[in-house]
């Protein structure tokens, strides 16, 4: 199935590009509301499942034990901008499990945002894994693995019991079989599986009826990427028009496919997923 033209970019009187993709939406039940284009099609959903990587954390009690607050937990289920606050979190999260930065193996990035990069430069600095966009989720990584009992060392690897929760977490909420062979490694070193925008939809759907950690993540929406970001932005969706969403999201760019799932929790819970 070809999925069909969902935006046009104009300029002036001219369509100067079009993009094509996918949407499915269900509810809480399990039921499409929506779909368009072809979401049977396995895609990879990179970052726009952190929320629910982050359930095992939340789930085993690991959370709690580490004494993990709201904003490290919005972290834990969110990219970042590497903003001073961001990092500042992260390594408390690490320093709640016993461990330093050196434990994280997300590897280093610059942060998102200029001024922060400027910062890194006139202190004749150079950024390191706590400034990766996904080092909130690998310390929630390492924290579930330091209340298991587990080694941290390799804790990004498939075979890894955190990695193996998180597996079978995602098989539940979307109904698939996640074998090695939809499986690829993420951007930042953990395994990353192909599943349907069904699948991703039906689970944020499950995901937005959750009680008590979902909502700290919901109190939290600046320490989810940014105050600039798109992130941001849909927290701060007035109420009138639509409920503020619970949202992760991989940021969509003209190089390669983004993929955006959240979930509508208010009334009636509706997970989506775009591509």
């Not at 200029?114 to 966009?133: F, G, I, K, M, Q």
């Not at 192909?194 to 320490?223: I, K, N, V």
């Amino acid at each position: 199935m070809s999925n069909p033209v969902l935006v046009e970019v104009t300029r002036g009187q001219m369509t100067e590009s079009r993009h094509r993709g996918a949407i499915a939406i269900f509810d809480a039940n399990g039921d499409p509301v929506l779909r368009i284009g072809d979401t049977g099609a396995r895609v990879f959903p990179r970052s726009a499942i952190k929320a629910l990587q982050a359930l095992p954390l939340i789930e085993s009690g690991a959370a709690d034990a580490l004494g993990y607050e709201a904003p490290e937990l919005a972290l834990a289920c969110s990219s970042h901008n590497g903003e001073e606050r961001h990092v500042n979190a992260a390594r408390v999260m690490l320093i709640k499990a016993g461990l330093d930065e050196d434990a994280l193996e997300c590897g280093s990035q610059w942060p998102s945002r200029l001024e922060d990069v400027a910062s890194l430069v006139r202190a004749d600095e150079t950024p390191c894994a706590l400034h990766n966009n996904c080092s909130g989720k690998h310390a929630g990584f390492l924290g579930l693995a330091k209340a298991m009992g587990l080694k941290t060392k390799g804790y990004v690897e498939a075979e890894h019991p955190v990695q193996q929760e998180i597996r079978l977490v995602l098989e539940s909420l979307t109904g698939d079989s996640l074998s090695a062979d939809v499986c690829g490694t993420d951007g930042c070193s953990i395994p990353t599986y192909a599943s349907p925008l069904d699948g991703f939809a039906r689970a944020f759907a499950a995901f937005g009826t959750g009680e008590g950690w979902s909502r700290s993540g919901l109190r939290q929406p600046s320490g989810c990427s940014g105050p600039a970001s798109s992130t941001r932005l849909w927290w701060r969706a007035p109420a009138a028009s639509a409920p503020a969403p619970w949202k992760a999201c991989a940021s969509a760019s003209s190089s390669r496919p983004g993929q955006r799932a959240f979930s509508v929790p208010r009334s009636r819970s509706l997970g989506w997923a775009l591509r």
